[in-house]
């Protein structure tokens, strides 16, 4: 008989998933929901006091002199006591619920920053950075802020309720039974306003926009340069004056719903004395014993405001934990996106040839193919360009060499091994890349460098900012190359930036090649500057360059032209401009723009 496959267990949401992240300190937790626990229920205590003080009053009247001082002092000094007990059980409630709050908020920041070293590197390109920046400096903060501060009170806020409850029936039940009308019918008219859109929906839909809206502002902000340059505003730029625009549309309507309910909770729990005196008159009217009944009636008058307190705190706690498993729950989106799959048995590349064979890949969500059945060899030791119109697949190519995303039909092969056989940190210490998007780091320009190969001598970074001819302008900084880009006025040209990247490409001394567009942002003295050391530093590597200059991949062993995400034609440039096809047409158009000129009245001309 075959044994049973076990069902996974099905992951936790909503509080539960709160309660599984605090468990992660469960000693703490422990202590802290314990002594939160005897906190709410020493607070009782100074009304239980209060209550006896009463009597004894009450007993005495309207003969004062009678009045057993001593027993009374006694019933002060335990409410003082009760009072104190509160205070210090809610102290180290408090220290113990931090303690576990920082351990926590540590181990998920460190989990979520090695989840997404270990998703795959095209995750990064298609979600924002603005939506994760969020999620990893508010989500996450929120959750330290709930173990730290609400977990606490949602204790207290469930212990203190049957702790009232018992209280207003012990004392006299016909009392309590008219308190809890009042506070029913306050939850009554809160349930009804949490079911009047539907609370989740809602803050699924606040999440969301609060994310666009981080992503927009993100890309504003980048941005400002261009927008300032062109007298543009934030209405002007369409992305983020839409986000606007759909957060308030999501949260002006909702917040004006809870209007009205809202109103009538907070006027009941704070008045429920006007159930409470009904009940008084006609209690008052049928009893016989004036004593007792004078007593309870002004506890309970005496104990009705602190019920509003507790409704309210449960009702703030209520709606705190609503947002933070909003947040929770993007983070859990995050966290469940599959890493990038490891083989089991990894495999090394006998060589530096790269294959695409019937290589065929679409972006995630998208339905148009980036690529189709796309199927050429990259030679070792030879440079192989990728050319071709906007859109056409090159960067897609490139994406897929180191495993950005992983290719939906076909394979690409490194010396005869599928990359995907390869593991992440062999594959990744075979390839060099340089991207148009330039990114470098608010640190020296050594470290900069250096991230291409930590154990890199300084040497050898200098070494290598001179064959990425950045070395001149690096010498020139207040601290050469320990100058930290971006403080006390250090700011690099694009030009500088890219180059900077191409010493850090250099340094990896990687087998294995690509650049993309590595000379755009180069003047013509420094791109045939680079060109030439790019000539030496290549050599015995397997180079992958996409250009739209085509004067840069001229003297390219193979040019791939591409499509529509289709290879159209390859070979050299005699061969492809022989067959008088694509390649031939981009050709001339190139020749062409270059001597394009302005006349003197502004009209362009061609010589």
Same mark, same amino acid.
């Given at each position: 008989?075959?044994?049973?496959?076990?069902?996974?267990?099905?992951?936790?949401?909503?509080?539960?998933?709160?309660?599984?992240?605090?468990?992660?300190?469960?000693?703490?937790?422990?202590?802290?929901?314990?002594?939160?626990?005897?906190?709410?229920?020493?607070?009782?205590?100074?009304?239980?006091?209060?209550?006896?003080?009463?009597?004894?009053?009450?007993?005495?009247?309207?003969?004062?002199?009678?009045?057993?001082?001593?027993?009374?002092?006694?019933?002060?000094?335990?409410?003082?006591?009760?009072?104190?007990?509160?205070?210090?059980?809610?102290?180290?409630?408090?220290?113990?619920?931090?303690?576990?709050?920082?351990?926590?908020?540590?181990?998920?920041? $460190?989990?979520?920053?090695?989840?997404?070293?270990?998703?795959?590197?095209?995750?990064?390109?298609?979600?924002?950075?603005?939506?994760?920046?969020?999620?990893?400096?508010?989500?996450?903060?929120?959750?330290?802020?709930?173990?730290?501060?609400?977990?606490?009170?949602? @204790?207290?806020?469930?212990?203190?309720?049957?702790?009232?409850?018992?209280?207003?029936?012990?004392?006299?039940?016909?009392?309590?039974?008219?308190?809890?009308?009042?506070?029913?019918?306050?939850?009554?008219?809160?349930?009804?306003?949490?079911?009047?859109?539907?609370?989740?929906?809602?803050?699924?839909?606040?999440?969301?926009?609060?994310?666009?809206?981080?992503?927009?502002?993100?890309?504003?902000?980048?941005?400002?340069?261009?927008?300032?340059?062109?007298?543009?505003?934030?209405?002007?730029?369409?992305?983020?004056?839409?986000?606007?625009?759909?957060?308030?549309?999501?949260?002006?309507?909702?917040?004006?719903?809870?209007?009205?309910?809202?109103?009538?909770?907070?006027?009941?729990?704070?008045?429920?004395?006007?159930?409470?005196?009904?009940?008084?008159?006609?209690?008052?009217?049928?009893?016989?014993?004036?004593?007792?009944?004078?007593?309870?009636?002004?506890?309970?008058?005496?104990?009705?405001?602190?019920?509003?307190?507790?409704?309210?705190?449960?009702?703030?706690?209520?709606?705190?934990?609503? =947002?933070?498993?909003?947040?929770?729950?993007?983070?859990?989106?995050?966290?469940?996106?599959?890493?990038?799959?490891?083989?089991?048995?990894?495999?090394?590349?006998?060589?530096?040839?790269?294959?695409?064979?019937? $290589?065929?890949?679409?972006?995630? %969500?998208?339905?148009?193919?980036?690529?189709?059945?796309?199927?050429?060899?990259?030679?070792?030791?030879?440079?192989?360009?990728?050319?071709?119109?906007?859109?056409?697949?090159?960067?897609?190519?490139?994406?897929?060499?180191?495993?950005?995303? %992983? $290719?939906?039909?076909?394979?690409?092969?490194?010396?005869?091994?599928? $990359?995907?056989?390869?593991?992440?940190?062999?594959?990744?210490?075979?390839?060099?890349?340089?991207? =148009?998007?330039?990114?470098?780091?608010?640190?020296?320009?050594?470290?900069?460098?250096?991230?291409?190969?930590?154990?890199?001598?300084?040497?050898?970074?200098?070494?290598?900012?001179?064959?990425?001819?950045?070395?001149?302008? @690096?010498?020139?900084?207040?601290?050469?190359?320990?100058? @930290?880009?971006?403080?006390?006025?250090?700011?690099?040209?694009?030009?500088?930036?890219?180059?900077?990247?191409?010493?850090?490409?250099?340094?990896?001394?990687?087998?294995?090649?690509?650049?993309?567009?590595?000379?755009?942002?180069?003047?013509?003295?420094?791109?045939?500057?680079?060109?030439?050391?790019?000539?030496?530093?290549?050599?015995?590597?397997?180079?992958?360059?996409?250009?739209?200059?085509?004067?840069?991949?001229?003297?390219?062993?193979?040019?791939?032209?591409?499509?529509?995400?289709?290879?159209?034609?390859?070979?050299?440039? %005699?061969?492809?401009?022989?067959?008088?096809?694509?390649?031939?047409?981009?050709?001339?158009?190139?020749?062409?723009?270059? %001597?394009?000129?302005?006349?003197?009245?502004?009209?362009?001309?061609?010589?």
């Amino acid at each position: 008989m075959k044994q049973q496959e076990a069902v996974p267990a099905k992951p936790k949401t909503g509080m539960a998933r709160l309660m599984e992240l605090a468990a992660t300190k469960k000693p703490l937790i422990v202590a802290a929901v314990v002594l939160s626990a005897l906190a709410s229920i020493a607070s009782f205590i100074p009304h239980i006091a209060i209550y006896y003080i009463v009597r004894e009053i009450m007993g005495a009247y309207p003969d004062f002199g009678g009045l057993d001082l001593q027993r009374t002092l006694d019933f002060g000094w335990i409410a003082f006591g009760g009072i104190i007990l509160n205070v210090l059980l809610y102290f180290f409630a408090l220290m113990c619920s931090h303690l576990a709050a920082f351990g926590t908020l540590y181990e998920l920041k $460190v989990n979520f920053a090695s989840h997404l070293a270990k998703v795959p590197l095209g995750f990064h390109v298609l979600v924002g950075s603005g939506k994760l920046r969020k999620i990893m400096d508010e989500n996450i903060e929120k959750i330290e802020g709930f173990i730290a501060h609400q977990l606490p009170d949602i @204790v207290a806020s469930l212990v203190a309720p049957a702790v009232m409850f018992i209280i207003l029936l012990a004392v006299d039940w016909r009392f309590g039974l008219a308190t809890m009308l009042g506070i029913v019918i306050a939850f009554a008219v809160q349930i009804k306003g949490y079911g009047n859109e539907g609370a989740k929906t809602m803050m699924d839909r606040y999440q969301t926009a609060l994310e666009d809206m981080n992503n927009a502002a993100v890309e504003y902000i980048r941005g400002i340069t261009v927008v300032k340059a062109f007298k543009q505003t934030v209405y002007s730029l369409h992305r983020m004056h839409d986000s606007i625009k759909e957060y308030t549309k999501m949260v002006i309507p909702f917040t004006l719903s809870w209007e009205n309910y809202m109103s009538a909770f907070t006027t009941i729990v704070n008045n429920i004395y006007l159930f409470l005196i009904p009940a008084g008159i006609w209690i008052g009217m049928h009893t016989t014993d004036y004593e007792i009944f004078t007593a309870t009636f002004i506890f309970y008058l005496i104990f009705v405001p602190s019920i509003a307190t507790i409704m309210m705190k449960i009702m703030y706690v209520t709606t705190g934990g609503m =947002q933070i498993v909003g947040g929770v729950e993007r983070m859990d989106e995050i966290l469940h996106t599959p890493p990038l799959p490891q083989p089991e048995s990894p495999k090394t590349a006998a060589g530096h040839d790269i294959v695409f064979d019937h $290589v065929s890949f679409s972006y995630p %969500d998208q339905e148009a193919a980036a690529l189709s059945g796309v199927s050429f060899r990259a030679e070792e030791n030879q440079i192989t360009a990728l050319v071709g119109p906007s859109g056409g697949g090159k960067s897609t190519i490139a994406h897929l060499i180191p495993r950005f995303f %992983d $290719v939906k039909e076909g394979s690409i092969r490194i010396g005869d091994t599928d $990359v995907r056989h390869m593991k992440t940190d062999y594959l990744m210490e075979k390839v060099s890349f340089v991207f =148009q998007d330039v990114f470098l780091f608010k640190q020296g320009i050594l470290d900069n460098i250096r991230l291409g190969n930590q154990s890199a001598t300084e040497e050898e970074v200098i070494a290598a900012a001179k064959a990425a001819q950045c070395h001149e302008f @690096v010498e020139k900084l207040p601290y050469k190359c320990n100058t @930290v880009i971006g403080t006390k006025g250090v700011h690099l040209s694009g030009g500088e930036q890219q180059r900077i990247a191409i010493a850090r490409a250099i340094v990896k001394n990687a087998p294995i090649i690509v650049l993309d567009e590595a000379t755009a942002f180069s003047d013509p003295e420094n791109e045939y500057l680079i060109q030439r050391a790019f000539e030496k530093l290549m050599r015995g590597k397997t180079v992958i360059m996409i250009a739209h200059r085509l004067s840069t991949i001229r003297s390219a062993n193979k040019i791939v032209v591409m499509d529509k995400g289709r290879l159209v034609e390859q070979g050299s440039h %005699d061969e492809l401009m022989a067959r008088r096809g694509k390649y031939f047409d981009m050709w001339n158009m190139y020749t062409k723009t270059l %001597d394009w000129k302005m006349d003197r009245k502004g009209d362009e001309a061609y010589v």
